[in-house]
């Protein structure tokens, strides 16, 4: 069954413009606990108080304000803040495409499928382009009053909108210095490379599982009709005493070992 | 009993591991690197908090609303809806002992090449720093996956949640990338997208190259990743203030309240000292974990400073 579309834009290309509909790409499998009273079970329920008084506070009284460096408070009006909030737009702006590598990792955030919704001619072709020149697009939208940036890439021939983190939010390694120690040995190296060539392979998405998720469930399955397992504690790993290179050539060995016999 | 000097060392330690975000270790073949985990990415700009009408910042508090009260920390546990209204509890023991013993390692059995993975799989990224006396094992991976551009791939449980993860390595500088599952990810099919894409003319695709290359660039604008929001907000924060409009006193108790909270850590100042923390024992090494501890019980910015 076909997922709802969240929004609908178009992507603008200088004076290009394609129809789309934005859905998320994100599916949440993660497993959510509620916050329950441990006596009587009570699923509790979040308020927010003045911590000298205690009395609770209720939305409609709630005010949004700034704390700076200081220790200075600023309320900021619900209008002031309303103000502020960026005009709508159905425009999904692209500024400019670049090289796949002239983003790191660290900045992509959420991934968005788009959906074509007429002029579908264009639509494959630019997915198909992007794909050939290996750039993606720089877009700028508005969405649900928020603004966003994000990269427009070509995904299982179709489109994608990955939104972007801001500047000052990723933390890049060049602002780093690497830790120091003696020089590293010729030998040890080698071997390493040869270990990752050993363990060398595709990243194929469809053999990871989170089984973890999986066993939580049973769990809590076997838990509801009254039959939890046995907890049992996790023991410490022992501390090996052998040298790095031994252990570096053991790991070639067995890792040799294990690719002959797949 | 601990003694007081040896209770005030093992703190020390804890300082440094206690802001990272997980420690754990990385094996590599029979190789143990023990790791720091911390996140390299701060929360976005300018937060802002819940006041009442006096400019007083709120709390948030839990209550029980049978028993029309507020409840302490001892009295909640964590409950999963098996069904409406039917709860039941798990308690952290439970998901402690729920992961299989080699999920606390981050075990690197599959290496591939580093720029072949999507970034539709990248969820959150983290800096690993060298957590043990030696550096060398860390140093090692590390140049090793820079020099071959691969990325180790592997699963690992933290907090009751298992994660995927890519580790790279820049500049001698290790990274962890945590990566969506597969079935985290809606397939193109989901959304409406046919099985069989229709193909696009030649033509057609040869005019979108042609859009492409007129607006490529080599890189992004500097500009183009800014926060226009945060700044502006910044800008109205600063006229109210130069206005003296609607501006408020934090009072004392809520000082310290404020410094609990985990934004006000200057991150890259924390993954600095982390990541020169190994390979000199002794004194030294012990001076500087404890000027750390020092200067965060001093004032902390709060989350919003550049």
């Given at each position: 069954m076909a997922a709802r579309a969240m929004w609908k834009g178009s992507i603008k290309i200088g004076r290009t413009a394609l129809a789309v509909k934005l859905y998320s790409a994100v599916q949440d499998k993660s497993v959510h606990f509620r916050l329950l009273h441990k006596t009587d079970k009570e699923p509790l329920k979040q308020h927010m108080i003045d911590?000298?008084?205690?009395d609770v506070v209720e939305s409609a009284d709630v005010k949004r304000g700034y704390i700076d460096d200081g220790g200075v408070i600023v309320m900021l009006e619900d209008e002031e803040l309303e103000e502020l909030e960026p005009e709508g737009s159905r425009d999904i702006e692209i500024t400019r495409f670049v090289p796949r590598s002239a983003l790191s990792h660290g900045y992509y955030d959420r991934p968005y499928w788009l959906a074509p919704e007429e002029g579908k001619g264009n639509y494959y072709a630019l997915a198909e382009a992007l794909e050939e020149e290996q750039r993606i697009g720089i877009a700028r939208w508005v969405m649900r009053k928020k603004q966003y940036v994000g990269a427009l890439v070509p995904e299982a021939g179709g489109l994608m909108l990955i939104t972007l983190r801001h500047a000052g939010e990723v933390v890049e390694a060049s602002s780093l210095e690497a830790p120091g120690g003696r020089a590293l040995d010729k030998k040890e190296l080698a071997l390493a490379e040869q270990l990752i060539s050993a363990l060398q392979g595709e990243f194929d998405p469809?053999?990871?599982?989170d089984e973890y998720r999986d066993r939580l469930l049973e769990f809590i399955e076997k838990k509801s009709k009254g039959r939890a397992p046995k907890i049992r504690r996790l023991r410490p790993k022992k501390e090996t005493t052998k040298s790095l290179e031994d252990v570096l050539a053991a790991s070639l060995k067995a890792a040799r070992k294990e690719r002959k016999s797949a | 009993m601990p003694s007081h000097a040896s209770a005030q060392r093992e703190r020390a330690r804890d300082e440094t591991r206690s802001r990272a975000f997980w420690s754990g270790t990385i094996t590599f073949g029979l190789v143990s690197i023990p790791v720091n985990l911390f996140p390299a990415v701060r929360s976005h700009g300018v937060a802002l908090r819940m006041l009442n009408e006096d400019g007083v910042p709120l709390a948030r508090r839990f209550f029980c609303p049978k028993q029309d009260r507020e409840v302490a920390d001892d009295e909640i546990v964590r409950g999963y809806e098996i069904e409406k209204d039917e709860y039941v509890v798990v308690t952290d023991d439970e998901l402690e002992a729920l992961e299989p013993r080699k999920s606390r390692d981050i075990d690197l059995r599959r290496f591939v090449p580093a720029d072949e993975i999507d970034p539709i799989y990248f969820e959150r990224s983290y800096f690993l720093t060298p957590a043990g006396e030696s550096t060398k094992a860390y140093r090692l991976l590390g140049e090793s996956l820079d020099q071959n551009k691969r990325a180790g791939i592997a699963t690992f449980v933290m907090r009751g949640k298992e994660y995927l993860i890519a580790i790279t390595a820049e500049k001698g500088i290790m990274r962890a990338d945590t990566l969506r599952f597969a079935d985290e990810l809606r397939s193109a099919a989901d959304v409406g997208l046919p099985k069989k894409l229709p193909k696009a003319k030649a033509a057609d695709v040869t005019k979108m190259r042609k859009l492409i290359d007129a607006h490529a660039k080599a890189a992004l604008a500097?500009?183009?990743?800014?926060d226009e929001y945060a700044e502006q907000l910044q800008k109205l924060v600063a006229k109210k203030e130069r206005k003296h409009e609607d501006i408020y006193e934090l009072p004392e108790e809520a000082e310290e309240a404020a410094d609990d909270d985990a934004d006000v850590i200057d991150l890259v100042e924390v993954l600095k000292r982390s990541l020169q923390s190994g390979e000199k024992s002794g004194p030294r090494k012990r001076a500087r974990k404890a000027a750390l501890r020092k200067r965060s019980t001093r004032k902390r910015k709060t989350a919003g400073k550049r």
């Open positions: 911590p000298q008084t205690g469809d053999e990871w599982r | 500097e500009a183009e990743l800014a």
